[in-house]
Nanobody, 115 residues
């Protein structure tokens, strides 16, 4: 089993920044992919950033150039640096990690961007 705990959400004005953290614990040795997702009220959950064990990263078009995903293997932590935040970034942000068919989710952290 893998446990994921997100933190770093909050209320920020448009144009501001936040850094989200996702700390993994438990049987983490097999993890080869981590993604950040967001879900706004009434909308489907969608992936905004992804990083794999080789360091390859991908971003949703809506956040490209503003968000950066990174990892610190020694701390079993993946970060999402969010800059130039917009009101439409308001959502609950979830961390997802796994390997093959093993898939784990955190509880989410709320990000609210005021205009």
């Amino acid at each position: 089993q893998v446990q994921l705990v997100e933190s770093g959400g909050g209320l920020v004005q448009a144009g501001g920044s936040l850094r989200l953290s996702c700390v993994a614990s438990g049987s983490t040795a097999g993890i080869n992919r981590v993604g950040w997702y967001h879900q706004a009220p009434g909308k489907q959950r969608e992936r905004v950033a992804y990083i794999n064990s080789g360091g390859t990263t991908t971003y949703a078009y809506s956040v490209k150039g503003r968000f950066t995903i990174s990892r610190d293997n020694a701390k079993s932590t993946v970060y999402l640096q969010m800059n130039s935040l917009k009101p439409e970034d308001t959502a609950v942000y979830f961390c997802n990690a796994g390997w093959f068919a093993n898939d784990y989710w955190g509880q989410g952290t709320q990000v609210t961007v005021s205009s």
